[in-house]
């Protein structure tokens, strides 16, 4: 059974239609590429996923259990995480801050027993703290943990945000775009994280406009073109595709 | 006064400050809480401690049933929605002859009776006061230093993050809104007690600048910071007795010049207060 | 004949009121549509070009000259406002311009409360003396002639946002705003325009309203929030919807009132704004984008 499912998923913004009958699945395991032009619908379709959209028609399931309209907060502590394509932090709160709220598995530790500092609530903190800090040791973070996350640089904001989608160990990591806005240098150490974190496991599923990005990492990539799903194969497949190629006709990266 | 104002901007910078929810309601339940406990006490003869458990109960439970509907609207909405409820509840108080004795207000309300004990000289409400107001710092120093805290400053900052690491956003921002509208009830219960006289006026938009003036001043996300401006700003008012417009005047060009301010310049004044400068 | 008199009279005085709360609402609507602040001093517009008017007139005694000088002075005060308090702390937060404005109201309120006091003043004019019978309808000269000044101000107000640069460049930064600044379009000058046009038409409907009644510096808080109510009727920013919101109250509060009870009147406009907001929180005529 595949991890996620998106069945003839089609979302419409006022007459415009952004997806259109876009089936897919992503397995344990894998690392999937979804690519497209501009404006083909890739993060219109994550947000589906996630429940920030609503899709017009269509089910995403995940784990056998349909989501589809499952509320964001609810999705996420369900297994789903992802990043955003422009970074997104909270940036009043410290690096370590930010990477424990990123796992609120422990919400179903009620929040009397937290405020009044119960126990059970106190050892699930330090327990949270420690994986907060493995995740940052691994990301080579730890020298920042106590820094305002506005004040980083964002080639670490990006690792940062990757740290907390990692934070609830979630069956499916959902990446928007990890290699944008930032240099070579670091394109290849996100690269490296990515394929570390598929060899132990991780499933991951990413968008990317990188092409050297996509085709090194990816065993397997969706194209999508005007928010139709024009494609599906490994990169050898994809990049000879005549409909790929067509789609996006003159963009070359 | 101090410490009845203490307690109601406290609990309001947890809402304003800590989760960036901007409701203009807080003296509405500031006065229902008054109310309540006045009537309480005058038709039906109930206690101190007894008003201010129920009064707040209620006001809670109102603002549970105001805020499953309010909560879902978007800020600049639910500001305006909030200044409704409020409106309305003043226009209520004066218009329901037979219950609240409209402009009139309530006159008498008892002091409070501690397990036999009157309480009648200014000392005694001081302590008794003071109590509760320690009480509700350190429950809401605990609160806003929990996981409960944090989750409302990562709303404040970011809903949208919040919500994709799994926050249950509804759930907490009416956690927050619960809260200050238990302590308002508290603070109002407590004013009633103080003053023993209630009426419509509570509802002046008066006292809606005041609280948001020191929420502001104290900074908003700074628990200490707020209480010290609560008490500055009770204490120079009653000075400035006799004049009342001005006053008013004051505060308004006073939270103009707050918000016009430069940020680096409020950073130096707040570095004066404290002993130890929040590092930047 | 009578009771058709009676509906008729109240027709006529619905309409008025609802001109009037048109005049307030679109400036208030203007100003969050484009820049996305919410006006908590605009009660206090209004009631300030009412005293500008009456201080005016008090020197001049001439009742055109003062309302035209007081629509010159708020149009003034607005651009000055906007200048000195909303322009440096819009970008710092959302909550910011709106606390600046309920200081600025406060403070403009009591500030008159101080200088003029707080007993009402009337001011006579023969504007407001004339009383036209028109089979058997009464008819004020001063209301006739708001019926028929505001429709062509905001004829005017039309061609202006049609047809004029900044006029363009207002609806357009309603709609969207970052898309003006890649386009040049000077959001300066806009912001500075709408709240030109805001004040003006607030204080003018003050300065009009005044010698109908009275005037006292308490006369912007009922109007204010009335009109936040009938903005959220119409939809935030939505200018047209707040002016279809303005007329709608006017003839319904005049009907209530004359047909059920003068004091249930006020309340009624919040409790529709209130299950608007609960139910259909984008505004009666629903989602509409820019301002216009």
């Not at chain 2, 960036?20 to 309540?36: D, E, H, K, R, T």
Request: with cysteine; charged share 15%.
């Amino acid at each position: 059974m595949a991890l996620l499912e998106c069945l003839n998923v089609t979302k419409r913004f006022f007459g415009f239609t952004a997806l259109d009958n876009v089936s897919l699945q992503i397995n344990k395991g894998e690392l999937v590429g979804l690519i497209g032009p501009n404006g083909s619908g890739k993060t219109t379709l994550f947000n589906c996923i996630t429940g920030f959209l609503s899709p017009e028609n269509g089910d995403i399931v995940f784990n056998g259990k349909k989501i589809t309209g499952w509320a964001p907060f609810k999705i996420a502590l369900s297994g789903i995480t992802r990043t955003f394509q422009i970074v997104r932090l909270f940036r009043e709160m410290s690096v370590i801050d930010n990477t424990i709220m990123a796992l609120q598995q422990y919400q179903s530790e009620s929040v009397f027993k937290s405020v009044f500092r119960f126990p059970s609530a106190r050892k699930k903190e330090s327990v949270a703290r420690e994986r907060a800090l493995e995740l940052l040791e691994f990301l080579g973070l730890t020298h920042l943990k106590d820094e305002k996350a506005k004040n980083l640089s964002y080639g670490q904001q990006k690792l940062l945000s990757l740290a907390m989608a990692l934070m609830p160990k979630p069956s499916i990591l959902l990446l928007d775009e990890p290699a944008a806005y930032v240099n070579p240098t670091l394109t290849n150490k996100i690269k490296k994280y990515i394929k570390m974190l598929n060899q132990q496991g991780q499933t991951i599923f990413l968008i990317e406009h990188n092409m050297n990005v996509v085709m090194d990492l990816c065993e397997r990539i969706i194209v999508l073109s005007a928010g139709q799903k024009i494609a599906e194969g490994t990169p050898a497949e994809i990049k000879d595709n005549p409909r790929v190629i067509d789609a996006y006709f003159g963009e070359t990266k | 006064m101090c410490l009845i104002y203490f307690i109601l901007t406290e609990s309001y910078s947890i809402l304003i400050g800590y989760l960036g929810l901007f409701s203009l309601s807080q003296v509405a339940f500031f006065g229902l809480g008054a109310y309540i406990s006045a009537l309480l006490s005058l038709n039906m003869g109930t206690q101190f401690l007894t008003n201010l458990v129920v009064s707040s109960i209620i006001t809670m439970f109102i603002a549970f049933l105001l805020g499953s509907q309010l909560l879902k609207l978007t800020r600049h909405s639910f500001a305006i929605a909030t200044l409704a409820f409020m409106f309305v509840v003043q226009l209520i108080t004066l218009n329901w002859m037979e219950v609240t004795r409209g402009p009139m207000g309530l006159p008498h309300v008892p002091r409070p009776n501690i397990i036999g004990i009157d309480i009648l000289s200014k000392i005694s409400y001081y302590y008794l006061y003071l109590a509760i107001a320690l009480v509700t710092f350190v429950f809401l120093y605990l609160v806003v230093n929990s996981r409960v805290g944090r989750a409302f400053i990562s709303i404040r900052e970011d809903e949208a993050l919040a919500n994709s690491v799994g926050v249950n956003c509804f759930k907490y921002k009416m956690i927050g809104f619960l809260i200050s509208a238990f302590f308002a009830s508290v603070a109002g219960t407590l004013y009633v007690h103080y003053t023993t006289y209630i009426s419509p006026d509570i509802f002046d938009l008066y006292f809606v600048i005041v609280t948001i003036i020191i929420v502001v001043i104290g900074g908003g996300d700074s628990l200490e910071g707020v209480g010290i401006a609560a008490f500055a700003f009770t204490a120079i008012p009653e000075f400035l007795r006799s004049a009342q417009m001005l006053r008013e005047t004051v505060y308004g060009v006073l939270l103009i010049v707050l918000l016009i301010m430069p940020e680096s310049i409020k950073k130096k004044i707040k570095s004066l207060w404290y002993k130890k400068p929040k590092g930047e | 004949m009578v009771t058709t008199l009676t509906f008729l009279q109240h027709l006529l005085n619905g309409i008025f009121y609802g001109l009037i709360y048109a005049l307030i609402s679109t400036g208030l609507s203007l100003i969050f549509g484009v820049m996305e602040v919410v006006n908590f001093a605009h009660g206090e517009f209004y009631m300030l070009g009412a005293f500008i008017m009456y201080f005016i007139f008090s020197f001049t005694g001439n009742f055109l000259f003062a309302v035209l000088g007081s629509m010159a002075f708020m149009a003034l005060f607005g651009v000055l406002v906007n200048g000195s308090i909303i322009q440096p702390v819009i970008k710092k937060s959302w909550m910011a311009p709106i606390l600046v404005t309920l200081g600025l109201g406060i403070a403009l309120k009591n500030t008159i409360l101080l200088i003029f006091g707080a007993k009402p003043i009337f001011i006579s004019v023969p504007l407001t003396e004339t009383v036209f019978d028109l089979f058997g309808l009464k008819l004020q000269a001063a209301r006739i002639l708001i019926l028929f000044l505001v429709p062509c101000l905001f004829a005017v107000l039309h061609i202006f946002l049609q047809k004029t640069k900044i006029g363009k460049g207002i609806r357009a930064a309603s709609q969207n705003r970052e898309l003006c600044d890649v386009l040049g379009i000077e959001l300066n000058k806009v912001y500075t325009a709408t709240f030109l046009i805001s004040a003006c038409l607030a204080g003018l409907a003050g300065s009009l309203v005044g010698p109908i009644f009275c005037l006292t510096p308490t006369m912007g808080d009922k109007m204010g929030i009335k009109s936040f109510c009938i903005v959220v009727l119409g939809g935030f920013g939505n200018v047209k919807g707040a002016i279809f919101s303005s007329i709608l109250v006017g003839l319904v509060e005049s009907l209530v009132a004359g047909y059920i009870s003068g004091t249930f009147k006020d309340a009624f406009v919040f409790i529709l704004m209130l299950l608007t907001l609960l139910f259909k929180p984008e505004g009666l005529l629903g989602k509409r984008v820019g301002i216009w």
